[in-house]
């Protein structure tokens, strides 16, 4: 695993093109949207990199930003495309929010409108209410200062967060892992998963 790796997740995940509002509504619906041929392409071009990956030991000032997020997603992202539906899809998060977290506090707004999005990712995933509040204020700040092209990304982005951010200031986790996770889910919960289906 090298920094050419690197390169070739960052050009898969933002399609080769400048990762700014023009290509955010596709590119978004490409990583959020369940697709067995996406889960596919990314297990058959990346998925021999992840353990590979968390076998070394990274320091983000010795790669380029480009790198460094391409090394978020293959730690965040692609095990939710390779594993899904099991424990290993979230094995590598406190990878990938270890790194984000680094970034993020070194400049958030040095980042394009959809490396900022990558990055929050981690804290989303996260199951716990500060790194939900944290990530939930930089979006609401950057919905604020959102120009007219950039807000169509951002208050969509805002809601999602903040429903992320509800389900764990009520239950502390989220329900919809409990199966994978081996987790005993209280009738609360049982009650929730009936009502919301599918979750993250």
Known sequence: MDKADLSHI???????????????GERVRFW?????ETDKVIRRRFGHLIAA?????????????QEAIALVVLFDQFPRNIYRASAEAYAY??????????????G??????????????PFVHHEDLDDQNYILGLAEGRLVAASAESRPLWQPTVDQIRKHRDIIA?????????????????????????RCGRGF
């Not at 960052?10 to 955010?24: K, S």
């Not at 959020?32 to 067995?36: A, L, V």
């Open 10 to 24: 960052y050009q898969f995940w933002f399609a080769g093109q400048p990762c700014t509002e023009a290509i955010a």
């Open 32 to 36: 959020m949207e369940q697709s067995d």
């Open 53 to 65: 990956a968390a076998g070394q030991t990274w320091a983000p000032e010795q790669l380029s930003p």
């Open 93 to 106: 998060d406190p990878l990938a929010r270890d790194l984000a977290r680094t970034m993020v506090a070194e």
């Open 108 to 121: 958030w707004e040095a980042y394009e409108t959809l490396e900022q999005f990558t990055l929050g990712l």
């Open 170 to 194: 009520r239950f502390g986790r989220f329900p919809h892992r409990n199966d994978v996770l081996g987790r005993q889910s209280t009738v609360e919960e049982r009650a929730f998963l009936s």
